[in-house]
């Protein structure tokens, strides 16, 4: 860390508690229902913790009692300390040692009621540990549902007002909620008592546990139990433990080795006093200047450690919408040219057709364009005629044409489909399997974060889909219909138009007669059809007639279009590959990733706003400034937080 007087572009410690506010709001959205796995859940609640437990408390304004933990393996003798500070037996100490369970705390009763009345600056849910019903010493035997609930005995005389003190279980327990005490302890705290004996000051859990939480700089004291009376021994053995830490303690005390204390003997008493300096003791250290410093040491350590985390999950997101769109990608690589040879093979004629009288309506004689209009009049009449004898209405024909039309397009992708879905999906699993780049993820983020077994999880769920797909066979039009069809073939008769009209404008001549006669026939023939269809049929079979003419007037059509010029259906084919291409691809990977496609498609999108948002914050956060040393006023220095 680097100390410097802060910088016009810094921002001040006053702008904290509202940076951290949004802080926490952005963290608190970054989780959602595409997780991959539960590292980003594990770093988004370890950020949420820190912001809501201690930094938000910290920086409200009015948190300036010094909150002291006391941690150490088993049978360090933290209990005895704790009740030799406070000045009576609030958590059990036995020889064995492990007695106590969950957190006990003593403060005065002025900063019990101040921390009763605001919970938010408690940083703990409390319990009056004077209110338990079996009694403090048994209350604090039994483990907490929330390992940071706190039993506090408001104590008179205690800390002078400023001080919390608190116990923690052993944090190389066998039990894991004891273990989970002590880190919801860490993670507040502004000063941690680290006591050890000269059995287990080099212990490597010792060091494996402290080693997080004193990263940043987080103020720690050395209480060394048990201690020899040669003081340059307790020297050598603190410093080899600062040197595994890589973090000095801020002052180191000793306490001899005491047989009766070893026993447990009933009223023994532990009063630690500095090394170097005996007429220090411990009690009096803790109540004394301090505690400014050490506050805002601990305020800025908890800084770095939220700007650690947070470029963590920024970095987690990243990893995780790169996932996504890695497989994503995979998927729509050889689904592009699958669908492009499709939607080529299976391009439908009727906007086509469509087109070619938009076109020779446009550009005929008023005379004409009026009696191709009443033509096309009388055609509805008769339609309409048809639907009434069928018994139905105008808006339910239209709405089943749009459904024929849909369906008639899908229904022949699907057959050109067919063949060439087996081989679409063997591509996939092939270029989707284990060995596949994207899956290989950096190491993981901390013992037990469950990075890979995520990752494992994932990868599993893609090939279940992919043995599902290949299972189902050949792909049906339902499977490959889309909500858009009927906006695509609207757009696709307008490039047909625009080509048309392109085509006529040239100088094929006698071509755009031909044509315009050939759309008159058009016109007329569902009418000769549907006239002779009445004579006969007594007017039942109308529409049965229309259809038919319909696809007389399609296959006339196709007649016409040769006097266009193979470069017009060339360009037609191509235009509809590509309208339609897009979205046969997307029904493609759908089929073949049928459960994890969209939730990789929502990660893809939403991920990388998700960073994007998250680092923005981060330059904010390293533009933070606090003070520091406990100076105040305009000079006072101030602590860049480093965003490691």
Known sequence: MSTHAPQSSSRSAADAPRLFRRLAAAIEGSGDATEFGPTASALQARLLERLQRDLLPRTAGSHEHLVVGIVGPNNAGKSLLFNSLVGRPLSPSEPQGG???????????????????????????????????????????????????????????????????????????????????????????????????????????????????????????????????????????????????????????QAPFDIELQRGTAGAHLAPTMLGDASIDLSTWLTGAEGRRLKRRALSASTAQLAGDLAALRQELEREAALAAAILDTARGPARLVAASVASRAMPPGPFLEAFRAVADRRIAPWRRAMRTGTRKLRRSLEGLASLATGTSPATKNRKDRAHRELSVAALEAHHLAPELGPYLEELTAALGADAPFWRRPPALGPGDGSEAGVATLQASVSADLARAASVGAPTAADLADAGDERILASFEEVCEQLIEAELDGNRKGGEALVQFGVDLLHAAPIAAGIGTAIATGGLGMDVASVAAGGLGVAMADRFTKFLGAGVAREARRSWRDLRGQVLCASLVRLALATTAGPLAAASATRGERAAELAGLEAELAKLTLPVNGSSGDHEQAERIDNP
């Open 99 to 253: 007695a106590t369970r969950r957190l006990v705390g003593a403060a005065h009763p002025e900063l019990f009621a101040a921390l009763a009345a605001e919970p938010s600056l408690a940083q703990f849910p409390l319990t009056c540990l004077h209110e338990t019903p079996d009694g403090p010493l048994e209350a604090a035997r039994q483990n907490a549902e929330d390992p940071a609930e706190l039993l506090l005995a408001p104590i008179d005389g205690f800390g002078g007002g400023g001080l919390l003190l608190i116990d923690a279980p052993d944090f190389d327990s066998i039990l894991a909620a004891n273990r989970a005490a002590s880190e919801s302890l860490l993670k507040v705290v502004d000063l941690a008592l680290v006591v050890v004996t000269r059995h287990t000051y080099h212990n490597e859990l010792v060091v494996r546990f402290l080693e997080g939480w004193l990263r940043h700089g987080r103020p720690w004291a050395l209480v060394y139990n048990e201690a020899y009376e040669d003081e340059s021994i307790t020297r050598g053995h603190a410093e080899q433990l600062a040197a595994k830490l890589g973090s000095e303690p801020v002052a180191v005390f």
